[in-house]
């Protein structure tokens, strides 16, 4: 997610070909053509689930919705549940809105939080899931534009406020592909992570 998924919580840019904010980014955020776009953000839902899920630029016919959180470096397609698109994928959105007006990382964070502690936004209300089942959750690199992996498919489950010492994870295995952990631990947009290898 990736909003938070990962560790990205602070610098994830959301848009899409057509947003209109894509004017106001700055210039080494990756673009991708409308198309590609499209397709990366569907590529992080299940097969079964592309066909009816919206995407930033299309509306949802089964709940789902789809698009692609990056920063400047970071693509990172993800496809929220109706729960998630109702909750988590509104902080995601407004962090997109506060990075495009110039404010850093870990200001970004913080006003989030205000946000939620204000209750503007609110953690998912029941269980559900956030599909990131691409395999272009990748890294640019900003010197050779060259493409890394940054982290397997995988799925999280929401878990507001749950924290990885809440179940056992040590930090080594924060990140693991072999371990289930808590991705943004602690927070209101907590979330259990799956990797295909869990």
């Known amino acids: 997610m990736i909003h938070h998924t990962l560790g990205l919580a602070a610098f994830l840019m959301l848009l899409s070909a057509t947003n ?12 991708l053509d409308r198309n590609r776009e499209f397709a990366t953000a569907l590529s992080a839902a299940p097969p079964e689930l592309q066909a009816g899920a919206g995407v930033y630029v299309r509306a949802s016919r089964n709940g789902f919705n789809c698009l692609v959180e990056r920063d400047s470096y970071v693509i990172a397609p993800v496809c929220y549940d109706a729960e998630g698109s109702r909750t988590t994928l509104q902080a995601s959105l407004e962090r997109a809105r506060i990075m495009a007006s110039g404010v850093d990382g870990p200001s970004v964070d913080r006003v989030i939080d205000a946000e939620y502690r204000a209750g503007r936004l609110r953690p998912p209300a029941k269980p559900g899931i956030a599909y990131m089942l691409s395999h272009d959750f990748v890294q640019l690199d900003p010197k050779t534009g060259k493409e890394k992996i940054l982290y397997p498919p995988h799925v999280m489950v929401y878990a507001p406020f749950l924290r990885n010492e809440d179940i056992g994870v040590s930090k080594q295995f924060v ?5 289930v952990w808590v991705e943004a631990s602690g927070k209101p947009d907590a979330c259990l992570v799956f990797t295909s290898e869990n």
């Open 20 to 31: 209109v904010m894509a004017s106001t980014l700055p210039t080494d955020v990756p673009q």
């Open 175 to 179: 990140r693991s592909t072999t371990h």
